[in-house]
């Protein structure tokens, strides 16, 4: 799959995204097509490689501008500066039609204008004609611009509103001026000041609405402001400063105190305490020393190290974290996509209920017919905003994409995001997720005529060729007692159970008591009974078989994470069952799970039937999140209704989990599933606003109280109602942005 970025120009509203989406997804080979309202961009994937001038035709066809993006820093400070100049000019168009409506509407108000049946009232009335002809080519230009390409697309969206609304009230003022004679006495009047109001008011609440989204892109600013410009390389005994796109991989960087770390690497000389905040949301600076691995993006907080490069450009952490973040702020929850299905076809319903009131007042409404008709069509028109219903959604995934990246959690998918806050069930992996992942080697005990030596020996050599955290452990067990280990040949590993091989001409079995049983080699004596002792402890006993008889056992245990129980108890208090799945022997994982408040134990589970405990939970109904490495429950992960993927710090391209766990610490899943909570009550309340505004507004708009109150919705009114409910929507978003997890924790 390929994914094509596009920057875009030219959408108003909703029906503009359905507009660019459709003509996407009309090109032979494109798979999807998201296009986000709030930072006009696309992202299109495609299953073969494709032009790129293919796609922006297409997007031109639809009415709307396209370039394609290269390098998102450049597109950002482009972006900006765009946007700074797009505010400018639009507080002149809003200032300017201001002056001009202002004055009319009072003078309407006390009753100043003169009458049109009177030399002076005409002769003003021109007057004031060209000069809100003037108005309205200035102030609301863009306005009429927009609905006249949507048009040609044969197409309708919020630009066709507002100009059919503010056209017809110039174009009827114009026609009451030249024939005020064919005009009922109460229908002989102009609507000048209501279709400069209008545009002002509208401008108003998109200078309000630029001005609240542009901390919605904070996440992404914030990120790439914390790579610094340059690196200070080290080259022929000299230290240099050179641009940061110029470092290459394997170049010898310094970085002093109170110095942003370039680019990812591993410390070669020197030591020091680096504060990876940014990464993984925890505060405390970690130490780092020789063979250390530092992130580009982290903050050196005291001692000078070198460290030589491992990743740069697009290759490092920090990149790859800020591609995934804009890839999720861009991607659509099934809310969002609910809302663009009302959005395509909302513009134009709006306009077929334009036209029936518009009918219905002229043929059954109170006189003057002809000038209510105007009023209420007008308003119609002018009070529907499907600008709203497209913000709705996007606004709030950018904000709660952003918030959750701020503590070290990043979202994959706004589906994931959606849906973590619904979880019913958590399924926790044991090693490296409850635990630390680091086994260490805790009793070494040897039967017959062999000794703890020669037992060590021998499981270490047989480990050399596996890639099991617990061979790991043995290995570092052997060297740090300085053995050295023995030649093997026909080494096989059988996942689930063990290792075997021959050394020195023998068929050695190393595993747990599965194989044992699978091999047909008996557990007796006093072995057996301190096998069971020892995984009463939460210790994981192997076994070393020689000729069909157990010669020795060694027993490691996986330390827990400090905060592992107390977040397991806040998930608990947050209504969640918990499970702890694991390959692990009874006896160790129920240790474990009572040590951290687990009771619910799936233990002895091989890594391929992860996945099928997790369907048969979802079968009995649960909504299951499974919490894993992301490497070995890889099946798990993407079975789960939501794959939370607890992250190493700097690899993050784990393709299997929805959400990605930078830190270590299960406080992230309770920090991911409230912030969850908090953005899909968000995205709910926002469209409900969005909603409940049209499903009142515009029948109210449309004269249905008039009949029992006499009123009218004024179109002034209207305009500035349809304004704000954009800046309400993206204001409630932006609430997102003082949540803060910790606080919201019972």
């Known amino acids: 799959m390929i994914t094509y970025h596009l920057a875009l120009t030219g959408m108003s509203c909703a029906s503009c995204v359905s507009r660019i989406e459709k003509a996407l997804l009309a090109i032979p080979d494109v798979q999807n097509a998201q296009v986000n309202l709030v930072n006009q961009s696309a992202a299109v994937s495609t299953i073969k490689n494709i032009p790129v001038d293919v796609l922006i035709k297409a997007i031109k066809h639809a009415g709307y501008g396209a370039s394609v993006i290269n390098n998102l820093e450049e597109e950002e400070s482009t972006k900006a500066l765009i946007e700074k100049s797009y505010y400018r000019h639009l507080t002149y168009k809003t200032i300017f039609a201001a002056i001009v409506g202002f004055p009319l509407l009072v003078m309407g108000m006390l009753d100043f204008m003169p009458s049109l049946i009177t030399p002076v009232g005409r002769q003003i009335n021109i007057g004031l004609c060209f000069l809100t002809f003037l108005t309205l080519v200035y102030s609301g230009g863009h306005f009429f611009i927009g609905a006249w390409k949507a048009l040609r697309n044969h197409a309708a969206n919020m630009d066709t509103l507002i100009a059919l609304g503010t056209g017809v009230a110039w174009l009827y003022s114009l026609f009451a001026i030249l024939f005020t004679k064919w005009l009922p006495p109460l229908a002989q009047h102009v609507y000048f000041e209501a279709a400069i109001i209008i545009i002002a008011l509208v401008n108003l609440g998109a200078l309000l609405e630029l001005r609240a989204r542009r901390h919605t892109s904070g996440a992404i600013k914030r990120l790439m402001s914390l790579q610094p410009k340059t690196a200070r390389i080290i080259r022929i005994n000299e230290e240099i400063d050179i641009p940061i796109e110029d470092l290459l991989i394997a170049d010898l960087v310094r970085v002093r105190p109170g110095e942003q770390i370039p680019v990812d690497g591993i410390v070669v000389e020197g030591q020091s305490h680096v504060d990876e905040s940014m990464l993984t949301g925890e505060a ?314 687990i009771s619910d134990v799936l233990a002895e589970v091989l890594p391929q039937d992860k996945a099928k405990k997790i369907a048969e939970l979802q079968a009995m109904k649960h909504i299951v999140g499974m919490v894993g490495d992301g490497i070995n429950d890889a099946p798990a992960l993407a079975q789960a209704d939501v794959g939370f993927a607890i992250g190493t710090g700097t690899d993050i391209a784990i393709e299997s989990a929805g959400i990605i766990l930078m830190s270590g610490s299960l406080q992230g899943i309770v920090n991911a599933m409230l912030i969850s909570r908090q953005t899909v009550g968000n995205m709910k309340q926002n469209l409900f606003g969005a909603f409940i505004y049209n499903i009142i507004g515009i029948p109210i708009a449309a004269g249905i109280l008039y009949p029992f109150t006499g009123l009218l919705l004024n179109p002034m009114i209207a305009g500035a109602a349809m304004a704000f409910s954009s800046v309400t929507v993206v204001g409630n978003a932006n609430r997102l942005r003082f949540f803060n997890p910790r606080n919201n924790i019972s």
Not at 344 to 369: C, D, K, Q, S, Y
Not at 403 to 408: I, V
Request: charged share 15%; glycine share 8%; proline share 4%.
């Open 284 to 597: 405390l600076p970690k130490e780092k020393k020789m063979n250390d691995k530092v992130v580009g993006g982290t903050l050196n907080k005291s001692g000078s190290f070198i460290f030589k490069t491992t990743r740069v450009g697009k290759e490092t952490t920090l990149a790859q974290i800020i591609q995934l973040v804009q890839h999720a702020q861009n991607s659509k929850p099934a809310l969002a996509r609910l809302a663009d299905q009302v959005a395509g076809v909302f513009v134009p319903v709006v306009m077929i209920i334009a036209i029936l009131t518009a009918l219905i007042w002229f043929n059954v409404g109170a006189e003057p017919r002809v000038a209510y008709m105007l009023v209420t069509s007008m308003a119609v028109l002018v009070i529907a905003c499907p600008c709203a219903l497209g913000l709705a959604v996007p606004i709030s995934v950018m904000v709660g994409v952003g918030k959750a990246a701020e503590q070290g959690i990043l979202i994959r998918q706004a589906d994931a995001l959606q849906q973590a806050g619904q979880v019913t069930t958590i399924v926790l992996d044991k090693t490296g997720t409850i635990t630390l992942g680091k086994p260490q080697v805790t009793g070494v005990y040897a039967v017959q005529k062999m000794d703890e030596q020669q037992i060590l020996i021998m499981a270490a050599s047989l480990e050399v060729g596996s890639e099991h955290p617990l061979a790991e452990a043995i290995i570092n067990a052997a060297k740090d007692r300085g053995h050295s280990l023995l030649p093997v040949t026909n080494f096989q590993a059988i996942s689930g159970y063990g290792v075997n091989g021959t050394i020195q001409e023998k068929l050695i079995w190393l595993g747990n008591a599965k194989l044992m049983d699978l091999q047909k080699i008996p557990i007796e004596g006093a072995l057996k009974n301190q096998t069971e002792q020892l995984a009463a402890l939460g210790q994981t006993p192997l076994y070393l078989a020689v000729d069909e008889q157990v010669i020795g056992m060694i027993t490691i245990a996986d330390p827990i994470k400090p905060d592992s129980k107390e977040a397991i108890i806040q998930l608990q208090k947050m209504g969640l069952k918990v499970i702890m799945l694991t390959g692990d022997h009874h006896g160790t994982a129920q240790s474990i799970a009572a040590a951290v408040n």
